[in-house]
């Protein structure tokens, strides 16, 4: 079996990332993304390690696809996801203790979160390896995007600050890392966004802004449709 | 001489929202007797920011501003939200809350008549729930003040947090009642001789003096009532709710729960009876309906004053109910006119009547 082409890879990136992007399209997932995307730090860390494990996991899969039987594929996904799962749990408890500390019961749940066993399911049980690696680690950073970009708004709006707790990932020496867009002597604090209603609202936002970029393209992209094709012809379409 | 059948014309929403912001004005000035000019500064205000808010997401949303903007329903939202935030809040706090109740609770679920929740207890729950320390800096009312602020001493505070002399805050400050009967309980277990300080005996008959904010709050809804403005069944249930629950706890231990008549005239009880509850768009529609979420909304909110972490309970406990609602409304259906009421559909559609 040969690796894929480019063509194939930017399909697989694309469809990952953007047109299928579990947090804000398949919308999968939402208890660690409403949870832990309380600042950038807890968002990212969470969502790299969910992608380690779908990078691995993906790959495993579609070595193994062709041995499982159909009746019994959930179980032994699950068993190979939950290994992975372990396997990055007692890493991150060796490597970067104090962020494992927070993040918490949250990683042994990636193994529960089902953005994991949906690619198993959908994607890696019926494509080859490369794609398959490939589609999960995508999926896994798509999802990083939007807790990034989630955990970025809460932390901004709820404290003033951008990148806080990055002690925990690079050490104490990385605490003059944090950013203080609103200085600190202000006191600056809105708790709503730091709340749980602060990520209902904040997910909300991305859904929707996601949406109008969508329907923004499709529009630009039917006005070039229209201005390609002789004036005659467009009426019909105009409608659909 | 005119016979039936007749037609009902069904009055403007711009008379409604008048009228019941008509009906405000006695509290309002009662309001102004009893903690000073501050609340006229909140009203105006949350309704400046409402009015700037509302004609935003109109024109964001492309729809017509001005017929949306003179019905007056975002007027009664601002004026309900500020007469449940502390009279001497910071400047921002109003205008923040005001800004959620219209965007957020209003125009992002669809607008006027599409909202789930009541705007205005969404813009106070954000606000309790994010600055907890800022809601709970109520003033003193006026008489209690050892030297009352003059209204423009009120207006300096609210704009600038200053307070003229070098006074900190807290000389002129003082807990809500029921904010002060809750700090006792949890500090001795007991209510003791509270009840016997000033803010509660300066009310007179009524639990204190923001008792006569709540009596003119009812007789305001009892002219809504009387108008036909309000239902009877959603305001009467939850007194009886609230009552009834009250009544029972202070009979049981007297020295622990205070009476009926406290919590009938304490915090936003009479303002949610008449104003919150019966908002038409976030309440059940049926008769039966409106008698249980009533009921629901006294029960809870007491039980959210005596048992829960804050002081007041009404917006918690309205928010909570108006997401039931449609489900109330789908279980309490009147039989249609001219059935039996224990027709289902199965039996309407059988052969045989």
């Not at chain 2, 679920?109 to 929740?117: K, S, T, V």
Request: hydrophobic share 55%.
């Amino acid at each position: 079996m040969s690796i894929m082409s480019w063509a194939e890879a930017k399909a697989i990136i694309h469809n990952s990332i953007w047109k299928q992007n579990q947090g804000v399209v398949a919308i999968l997932g939402m208890c660690p993304v409403l949870v832990m995307s309380n600042n950038i730090i807890n968002g990212v860390s969470l969502g790299l390690a969910t992608s380690l494990v779908m990078l691995v996991s993906g790959a495993a899969i579609a070595a193994i696809r062709e041995f499982v039987p159909n009746e019994l594929r959930s179980p032994i996904f699950i068993l190979i996801i939950a290994a992975l799962v372990t396997m990055v749990d007692l890493l991150m408890n060796s490597y970067v203790h104090d962020l494992y500390v927070v993040l918490g019961i949250f990683i042994p749940l990636i193994t529960t979160n089902c953005i994991v066993l949906a690619r198993a399911e959908a994607f890696a049980s019926k494509n080859g390896v490369a794609h398959s690696a490939l589609d999960g680690f995508f999926m896994g950073i798509g999802l990083t995007v939007v807790l990034g970009i989630l955990g970025a708004g809460r932390e901004l709006i709820g404290k003033g600050t951008l990148l806080s707790g990055i002690d925990l990932v690079f050490g104490p020496a990385a605490k003059s890392w944090v950013i203080h867009v609103i200085p600190a002597e202000w006191n600056y604090q809105f708790l709503l966004a730091i709340l749980p209603p602060g990520a209902f609202i904040g997910l909300g936002f991305l859904i929707a802004g996601k949406m109008a970029l969508d329907r923004r393209a499709e529009a630009r992209a039917r006005l070039a449709a229209k201005a390609a094709e002789p004036a005659g012809l467009v009426e019909g379409q105009s409608h659909c | 001489m005119i016979t039936s059948p007749f037609f009902v014309k069904p009055t403007p929403l711009q008379v409604v929202m008048l009228k019941v912001a008509a009906a405000l004005l006695p509290a309002i000035a009662v309001y102004v007797h009893v903690f000073g000019i501050g609340i006229l500064v909140q009203l105006t205000l949350a309704t400046l920011t409402a009015l700037a808010t509302e004609a935003a997401c109109l024109k964001l949303r492309k729809y017509p501003v001005k017929p949306f903007l003179l019905d007056g329903s975002a007027i009664v939202t601002a004026w309900l939200l500020a007469l449940s935030l502390p009279p001497l809040g910071a400047w921002w706090m109003v205008v923040l809350a005001t800004l959620i109740a219209i965007a957020v609770a209003k125009h992002l679920y669809g607008g006027l008549g599409q909202n789930p929740f009541n705007p205005a207890m969404i813009g106070f729950a954000v606000m309790i729930v994010s600055f907890p320390a800022q809601m709970s800096r109520w003033a003193a009312p006026l008489a209690l003040q050892s030297g009352p602020l003059d209204a423009g001493a009120q207006l300096a505070y609210i704009f600038t947090g200053r307070l003229p002399g070098g006074i900190g805050f807290d000389a002129i400050a003082s807990a809500t009642p029921l904010d002060t009967v809750k700090t006792v309980l949890i500090q001795h277990g007991g209510l003791g001789d509270v009840l016997q300080t000033t803010l509660f005996t300066s009310g007179g008959l009524l639990p204190s003096q923001m008792g006569w904010i709540a009596l003119a709050y009812l007789a305001g809804g009892l002219y809504l009532l009387f108008s036909r403005i309000i239902p009877w069944q959603t305001p009467l249930s939850f007194i009886a709710g609230l009552g009834l629950m009250a009544a029972a706890m202070h009979l049981y231990d007297p020295n622990h729960y205070t009476s009926p008549l406290f919590h009938l005239f304490g915090g936003a009880a009479m303002l949610g009876a008449f104003f919150i509850i019966t908002d038409p768009v976030s309440g059940p529609t049926t008769p039966r309906g409106r008698l249980i979420f009533g009921a629901s909304i006294g029960v809870l909110t007491y039980l959210i004053r005596v048992f829960g972490g804050y002081p007041d309970g009404v917006a918690f406990a309205v928010i909570i109910l108006n997401i039931a609602a449609p489900f109330i409304d789908q279980y309490t259906q009147p039989a249609v006119f001219g059935r039996k009421a224990k027709q289902n559909d199965s039996s309407k559609k059988g052969a045989k009547p």
